[in-house]
């Protein structure tokens, strides 16, 4: 399955990387251009496992609705080398075939956080689906 990661350094301590990212009314929407008209149907909060979100937004060719379910919730923690959190949710309806993004956060210092994202997918209309994911 494709796999697309990203790394992230946030001017920020882990726990207000945290609570922004906790804040799913607020911080999802900010996350993307207003020209992806992305809107925010349900969001259950507080956020935990089980917690269902549900987007709308702009696809190519119409509107796209996602449906997706926390699975994992780990709130800031303190670990050997420090701190660090992580929640990781999966799409149960949507565009994809499958979809998995995992958020991991661990705080660089006391004022630095490094976010990591690693989304996980299948397109789905097969041979078809996987050219056009290609381009």
């Known amino acids: 399955m494709p796999t697309l990661e990203f790394e992230t350094i946030v001017a920020a301590p882990l726990q207000k990387v945290w609570a922004f990212f906790e804040d799913i009314p607020r911080s999802l929407p900010s996350l ?3 020209e992806d008209e992305v809107s925010l149907e349900r969001a259950d909060m507080p956020a935990r496992v089980d917690s269902i979100v549900i987007v709308n937004a702009r696809g190519p060719f ?6 997706a379910r926390i699975i994992e919730h780990r709130p800031p923690h303190a670990v050997v080398f420090g701190e660090e959190a992580r929640f990781v949710d999966v799409q149960e309806s949507g565009p994809f075939k499958s979809w998995r993004h995992e958020h991991d956060f661990e ?4 004022k630095t956080t490094r976010m990591m994202d690693r989304v996980t997918y299948r397109v789905p209309f097969g041979p078809i689906g996987i050219i056009a994911d290609l381009v």
């Open 32 to 34: 993307f251009r207003p």
């Open 62 to 67: 119409g509107k796209v609705r996602m449906v």
């Open 107 to 110: 705080a660089s210092d006391a």
